[in-house]
Nanobody, 127 residues
Framework: QVQLVESGGGLAEVGGSVRLSCIASGRPFTLYAMAWFRQAPGEERQFVVAISQTGDLTNYADSVTGRFTISRDNAKNTIDLQMNNLKPEDTAVYYC????????????????????WGQGTQVTVSS
């Protein structure tokens, strides 16, 4: 089992920044590709970005490319999501996820590609 705990959510203004973190425990962190998803009220959970086990490969959703940056620290068992130039449509609960395989294509966006999920952290962007 892998436990994932997100932190760092909150309220931000349009054009502002928020940094999210996710810490993993339970199994060797380097076994897992990691990802961030988000879910707005009344909508399906949506892929944001994935990062490979070594951190050298990433896969971003078009909606966040150029604004969001994912990173991972395998020594600390953490991933971060730096979110810049926030828009109202970024408002959602953000979830950290772990899976056995990094996908550079559309499979990264499938919920079934990930075995473990955190509880989520709320990000609200006010206009």
């Amino acid at each position: 089992q892998v436990q994932l705990v997100e932190s760092g959510g909150g309220l931000a203004e349009v054009g502002g920044s928020v940094r999210l973190s996710c810490i993993a425990s339970g199994r060797p962190f380097t076994l897992y590709a990691m990802a961030w998803f988000r879910q707005a009220p009344g909508e399906e959970r949506q892929f944001v970005v994935a990062i490979s086990q070594t951190g050298d490969l990433t896969n971003y959703a078009d909606s966040v490319t150029g604004r969001f940056t994912i990173s991972r620290d395998n020594a600390k068992n953490t991933i971060d999501l730096q979110m810049n130039n926030l828009k109202p449509e970024d408002t959602a609960v953000y979830y950290c996820a772990a899976g056995p395989t990094f996908y550079s294509g559309v499979a990264a966006s499938y919920l079934a590609s990930y075995d473990y999920w955190g509880q989520g952290t709320q990000v609200t962007v006010s206009s």
